[in-house]
């Protein structure tokens, strides 16, 4: 729901309102934030069995989508897309990414949770289920090329101010660099990608021909 | 005893083999025969068990050594067949496990020029990094003297995922420990500290070793079954020999006062609790103190006091 009101805010003020891709940060700043972190519920309810999505692959992706938002848009892109500071040469492109990544990630939790919840109802329309098993064909390549554009965006901010890292020398002979840490993530993106977007192809095969079949009867 | 027909079967209920077996018949016959029909793959791969009974889900594993009359078959019984996988000798597998830690680990001391490529002054090591290394080295070599000179194994075969999971723990933890220990920016802590925790640590490590002397000596020689554990801190503990492992890794990392070692003895630790818990539990289910057998005496798992 929460993500619905995300996508109207957007659509909202970016197209009818005309206003600027700052007004659109500002607009969808503390839904976002409190609706994505609601995400990680998802996980609690994968690993309760209260919902039959498999674990591991609904942890990675509340886990990569809390990242992007908390590891790497809050604390270092927020500044130049709520347009108080700027990088310099990139807001035209952190501004769009935003806005397409706002677009795939509300769009994709839109047609998610309607159709969970026209299910619990019982009465689930083709067009829900469709797009359901659909969307992802086009907004999981967009919504990772946004991510990976704020990552790539925010990288050289990382490194410079050496964020959330921990030093050499100290009394626990032990050092964590925020700038590697992201690396290695964005590097489990390579697998990642192809392994959930394969899963969702098998289960589209798998769910809109056993539709046509029981329509068939 | 007179033949009796046997069929094997998969769990899906088809027919592999149809074969005239008698009673006196050992397990381990069976599955050299079963391979010979080509339609099976090699006896340490295969497990046969009893049909479950019902509302169970497995049924009873037959015993390589066992001769089939144990099991009640007659004439039109039927047992099930499961492939394991690809298997590899546990001795393998213990070999290239500790053979990587044992070569991983100096590596970043004696090359730092590689591993810390950015550090251009040239590193002094302390003494208590040598005397860590050193420590190290003496653990996994004397894992592997102990793994073809004292354990007596269970089970000859483990499935080969195995042997890349069980190295990329053992080798990637052995990195993680190592680049920190033998960091050109490393603090060693005080004199007294290291020289304290390590001397412990060895006494550790030769309980340990006399731990597995205990087990390995429990049974004779093609004896298969289960021992009560006796003498030295067995009498207190099920799991002695875990116990002196996770003892001597806690006074490594505070010899050596590096997260990554505590981080590397808690890995450890939470796997060998596991561990630890089923033999405790295995053993006192199967020392009942009914029929003769003896009570399981109360014993500590593996870390007193509280586990």
């Known amino acids: 729901m929460h993500r619905g009101l995300i996508l109207g805010l957007t659509v909202r003020v970016a197209i009818m309102e005309g206003g600027s891709s700052a007004d ?37 992706q509340v886990f990569s989508r809390l990242w992007i938002l908390w590891g790497i848009v809050v604390p270092v892109l927020q500044p130049c897309l709520a347009g108080s500071v700027g990088i310099p040469g990139t807001p035209p492109l952190a501004h769009l990414g935003f806005t397409t990544l706002m677009l795939a990630w509300a769009s994709s939790e839109v047609i998610r949770y309607s159709f969970f919840g026209l299910k619990e109802l019982g009465a ?28 790539w965006l925010a990288m050289p901010t990382i490194s410079k101010t050496r964020m959330w890292s921990i030093h050499m020398p100290n009394a626990a002979n032990f050092a964590v660099d925020y700038t590697i840490v992201c690396w290695i993530v964005v590097l489990l993106y390579l697998p990642g990608l192809p392994k959930l977007y394969m899963y969702m192809l098998t289960q589209r095969g798998k769910v809109l021909a056993g539709d046509a079949k029981s329509k068939q009867q | 005893m007179a033949p009796f027909k046997l069929a ?38 295969q497990r046969l068990t009893l049909l479950p009974p019902p509302g169970e889900k497995r049924g009873r594993v037959l015993d390589d050594d066992k001769p089939l009359s144990e099991y009640g078959l007659a004439d039109g019984s039927a047992i099930l067949f499961k492939d394991l996988g690809p298997q590899i000798g546990y001795a ?9 830690p044992m070569v991983v680990y100096p590596l970043f001391l004696l090359f730092p020029q590689i591993f810390y490529p950015w550090n251009k002054a040239p590193v002094q090591h302390s003494l208590v990094q040598q005397v860590a ?44 420990v190592s680049y920190f220990a033998n960091h050109p920016l490393y603090s060693p802590p005080a004199d007294l500290q290291w020289k304290l925790a390590f001397a412990l640590a060895m006494a550790c490590q030769i ?7 205990i087990l390995a000596n429990l049974r004779a020689p093609g004896d298969k079954g ?24 806690a006074l490594f990392a505070i010899g050596t006062q590096c997260l990554p070692a505590l981080l590397f003895m808690l890995a450890g630790a939470g796997q060998m609790a ?34």
């Not at chain 1, 609601?38 to 069995?49: C, N, R, T």
């Not at chain 1, 659909?134 to 554009?149: D, N, R």
Request: charged share 20%; with cysteine.
């Open chain 2, 92 to 100: 393998t597998v213990f070999f290239w496990e500790y053979f990587g």
């Open chain 1, 24 to 60: 659109v940060y500002k607009a969808v700043d503390l839904p976002l934030k409190v609706a994505q972190s609601a995400a990680f519920l998802e996980i609690v309810h994968s690993a309760l069995g209260i919902v039959r999505s498999p674990l591991f692959i609904t942890t990675t």
């Open chain 2, 133 to 176: 290394c050193a420590y190290w080295v003496f653990h996994y070599a004397k894992r592997i003297a102990e793994t073809y000179l004292v354990h007596r194994f269970g089970h000859a075969t483990m499935p080969i995922f195995n042997l890349f999971k069980n190295c990329s723990y053992y080798w990637g933890f052995a990195a993680f």
């Open chain 2, 226 to 249: 289960y021992k009560i554990p006796r003498g030295f801190l067995f009498n207190y503990i099920t799991c002695a020999n875990y116990s002196a492992e996770i003892w001597g890794w």
């Open chain 1, 124 to 151: 689930v329309p083709y067009v829900s289920m469709w797009l359901r098993y659909s969307g992802f064909i086009v907004l999981y390549p967009v919504g990772v090329a946004s991510e990976l554009t704020m990552v």
């Open chain 2, 207 to 213: 309980s340990n070793f006399y731990c597995h002397i």
């Open chain 2, 274 to 307: 596991i561990w630890a818990a089923a033999k405790h539990a295995r053993l006192r289910k199967i020392f009942d103190g009914k029929d003769g057998r003896e009570k399981y005496p109360r014993r500590w798992i593996m870390l007193p006091p509280f586990f």
């Open chain 2, 8 to 45: 094997i079967q998969s769990r899906s209920g088809r027919v592999i083999a149809s074969l005239d077996v008698s009673g006196d018949e050992a397990v381990m016959e069976v599955k050299k025969r079963l391979h010979a029909t080509g339609k099976v793959p090699h006896p340490c791969r």
